[in-house]
């Protein structure tokens, strides 16, 4: 083959992208047509949270492209066309008009092959509007059922489907004469969360033939997918939506390929400088479920925005450029911002400045208040996370107390993993929020500085804290600290001995 050969074949092969809406119209046209994101990823066959990630200016490829472009074009396609009629002139009535009580002909009624709950008065209803099963006629509508709605059933095995409700914020629409389009959102706020970690363990538990092993390394695998649709899950009828593919400033890109970013986690790698006279029993205690504690941390909604100035919102959250103060107290506590060569600025998260604002407080008083540069923040919740960590908390403890070590071990994978990659991650791809990330760590590293104060603040000799979760202590630490294998206890994971006998103590005892 010659070479103008081969380039007329690759030519042949070559298929170029199918054209998307640009970004800014996506969102609209979905919301035009009242789909929500859930209803839409799950006629695409992915997450919901990957179409909010192609709304905020991540593009599709491949075959879910296509289809993508399909669904636009085509929203696009029949509201020029609503539009269209709608600015036709109007046709003189007839002369006989329509009894008050018939409906009106809608273009988005569809006829429901079974009967299925309407959204105004919860009977069996034979046609769905705009997607919301409804009775066509207002006098078909019985009352209201006195009793809740019973509890969804549980999923099927295989990965959790993503279903966000749409948007509770809005008001009624009208939808024809006597037609109402009702938001779900508000509806599910009360109903439980289906046990999908009990529901997936059993199913591949049963897959591997009870073979304990085999089904821990399975689950484990699918870990990142599995935390991913369960967030999902949990966020139905939530108040806030979630931005999951913001654009991000440059501190937050990596500044090579295998580098870092600028922002400073204030991880703690401290162990007392020196040690009282004599010897001291130190135990080493490990924190636990750190990471699932720290998921409970003010985190920012939507794309970050720049300010500066000394000035602190607490509805807000983010990354700050910050003069850290002085720590004189290097000898009984770690840094705040954990150990750090260089003096100067440095970038730090939201759990960071906080700690720093808190301890500096006529209350505590231990340092002086930070100075504040500028800042990336967005408005921000501490709840943001809230039913998803609940629903492992409980997942674990009652793994913990069943002695389920398969589901223990599929529950920390569930959370630790998406910490770790729910930055620029090839692993995670639904949801893109380095900012999190780092205010996640931030908020663990913080959780285990609070606890080396309490220790000191109780009397007990700090004498290390590492990373999220290993604190050495000496004194009596079970009066300050519980025991045991929940998310607010601590386990011993060594004890020893340090320090040296003085000359006296040795005479003696020979």
């Known amino acids: 083959m010659t070479d103008f050969e081969a380039i007329d074949a690759l030519l042949a092969r070559a298929k170029q992208e199918t054209p998307l809406p640009p970004v800014e119209e996506r969102r609209p046209l979905r919301e035009a047509l009242n789909v929500s994101r859930a209803q839409l990823a799950q006629a695409l066959g992915v997450g919901a949270s990957t179409v909010g990630g192609w709304e ?6 491949g075959e879910v492209r296509e289809k993508y472009a399909y669904f636009l074009n085509g929203a696009r396609t029949k509201l020029d066309t609503a ?45 769905q509007v705009e997607g919301f099963p409804q009775h066509l006629d207002p006098a078909d509508c019985g009352p209201a059922p006195a009793a809740p709605a019973p509890e969804p059933a549980p999923e099927p095995a295989g990965r959790f489907e993503a279903r966000r409700p749409a948007q509770t ?43 304990a092993e085999a089904a821990t390394a399975a689950l484990v695998k699918r870990a990142i997918p599995d935390a991913m649709a369960l967030l999902d899950h949990t966020r139905k009828g939530g108040r806030y939506d979630i931005v999951a593919h913001p654009w991000l400033p440059d501190v937050l890109r990596k500044q090579t390929a295998r ?38 941390t003010h985190l920012p909604l939507g794309q970050l925005e720049h300010s500066t100035g000394d000035h602190h919102d607490r509805r807000r959250a983010g990354i700050h450029l910050i003069t850290p103060p002085a720590w004189n107290h290097d000898q009984v506590l770690p840094n705040p911002i954990g150990n750090r060569d260089e ?90 929020r380095t900012d999190w990330m780092h205010l996640i760590r931030s908020q663990a590293f913080a959780n285990l500085w609070w606890k080396a104060h309490r220790a000191y603040d109780e009397g007990l000799m700090v004498v290390r ?21 929940g998310v607010t206890e601590v386990k011993v994971k060594d004890v020893y001995t340090v320090g040296t006998r003085t000359e006296s103590e040795g005479t003696g005892n020979a």
């Not at 905020?56 to 490829?61: E, F, I, K, T």
């Not at 600015?87 to 009106?104: I, Q, R, W």
């Not at 804290?465 to 294998?485: I, K």
């Open 259 to 296: 580098g870092a970013d600028q922002v400073w986690e204030g991880r703690p790698k401290w162990a007392r400088p020196e040690l009282p006279a004599g010897v001291h029993e130190v135990t080493a205690l490990d924190v636990n479920g750190a990471y699932l504690s720290a998921l409970k």
């Open 343 to 432: 003096a100067g600025p440095l970038w730090v998260t939201e759990p960071t400045l906080r700690l720093l604002l808190r301890i500096s407080s006529p209350k505590h008083a231990l340092c002086e208040p930070p100075v504040i540069h500028e800042s990336w923040t967005s408005g921000a919740t501490e709840g943001l996370l809230e039913k998803f960590r609940i629903t492992l908390k409980d997942a674990r403890d009652k793994a913990i107390a069943d002695g389920d070590d398969v589901t223990l071990e599929y529950v920390k994978a569930m959370y630790s993993k998406f910490v770790s990659t729910m930055g620029e991650s090839n692993y995670n791809r639904e949801l893109y």
């Open 169 to 211: 914020d809005r008001p009624v629409r009208q939808a024809g004469r006597g037609v109402k389009v009702v938001p779900v959102g508000r509806r599910m706020q009360g109903a439980g969360t289906p046990d999908l970690i009990t529901s997936t363990v059993t199913a591949v538990l049963t897959e591997h033939a009870g073979d």
């Open 56 to 61: 905020s200016g991540r593009d599709p490829s």
């Open 465 to 485: 804290a590492m990373g999220t979760d290993e604190l050495h202590v000496a004194g009596d630490w079970q009066a300050v600290f519980p025991e045991g294998r």
């Open 83 to 127: 539009a269209a009629a709608a600015a036709e002139p109007a046709v003189a009535p007839a002369e006989e008009p329509a009894e008050a009580d018939e409906p009106a002909d809608l273009d988005d009624v569809d006829e429901l092959a079974d009967p299925q709950p309407c959204v105004l008065c919860g009977q069996p209803a034979r046609h």
